[in-house]
């Protein structure tokens, strides 16, 4: 498989969520077939839940061994468990409270009130990737699929361009003070993780995002736009809608096209 970006452009957001789910239960599938376990990383924002959701309603969603599956998340926003702004919240709500996973293998990042501050939270985030991950070394799971969504302003997960921890070259989570986007206190996987995953896809839609999207693909500086820098191990896909695709030239999209 190329390891060269690959763009895929649809009609609508449903379309494009509709690819993902068809997508992710191919790659799952394949992944179980060879493997003891998997390892997902999922995202929040509307692109992401979406996709979730997709994921949801596909015919083949319970032929899957689910409980062998690991689920992470990219990033989450520092408020308490029962908040309707978490993104694992969302994740229950789309997808994952119609599943029969193992509850052990559910791996939520830490909540606001629950007995430590941000830096230990994103420090016991980082305990449990290495310790899933096994042995010595820090290191985290070389996960399966790593679903992105992308901000108007080139963010993922929540690495904002220009912000400190896109500079940081460790595996595991960073606490993150003073996101752009409300709250602004987050945890973060930092980007050498993101880029443990074997298949990295990016998830976009609308006008907002059409920037970035052409920003991403012309390989702007990861510090000033991070999407640049999420590179999956053996696939890195965008799947967008016309709207999120209409600032690339005709050049540019039929190169990343091609290798769909």
Request: glycine share 6%; proline share 6%; net charge negative.
């Amino acid at each position: 498989m190329s390891t060269a970006a690959a763009l895929t452009v649809f009609t609508d957001p449903e379309g494009a969520a509709q690819a993902v789910a068809e997508t992710f239960i191919e790659t799952l599938s394949d992944a179980l077939a060879h493997q003891d376990y998997a390892h997902v990383v999922l995202t929040g924002g509307s692109m992401g839940i979406r996709s979730l959701e997709a994921i949801a309603a596909h015919p083949r969603l319970l032929d899957l061994d689910w409980s062998r599956v690991h689920i992470w998340w990219g990033d989450e926003r520092w408020v308490p468990a029962e908040s309707e702004d978490r993104n694992d919240k969302q994740a229950d709500d789309a997808l994952l409270s119609r599943l029969p996973l193992n509850p052990d293998k559910i791996h939520r990042m830490p909540a606001a009130g629950a007995g430590i501050d941000l830096d230990h939270a994103a420090l016991s985030y980082a305990d449990e990737l290495y310790r899933v991950h096994g042995g010595t070394a820090r290191r985290t799971p070389e996960f399966d699929i790593l679903l992105l969504g992308v901000g108007p302003d080139g963010h993922i997960a929540s690495l904002f361009p220009g912000h400190a921890q896109v500079y940081d070259k460790a595996e595991g989570a960073v606490p993150v003070y003073d996101s752009p986007k409300p709250p602004a206190e987050r945890i973060s996987l930092t980007l050498p993780t993101i880029n443990r995953a074997k298949h990295v896809w990016f998830v976009a839609a609308g006008p907002d995002k059409a920037t970035a999207v052409h920003l991403a693909l012309r390989g702007l500086w990861f510090v000033d736009l991070p999407a640049s820098g999420a590179k999956g191990t053996l696939s890195t896909r965008w799947f967008v809608d016309e709207l999120a695709a209409a600032e690339l030239d005709d050049d540019l999209r039929a190169e990343y096209e091609e290798n769909a």
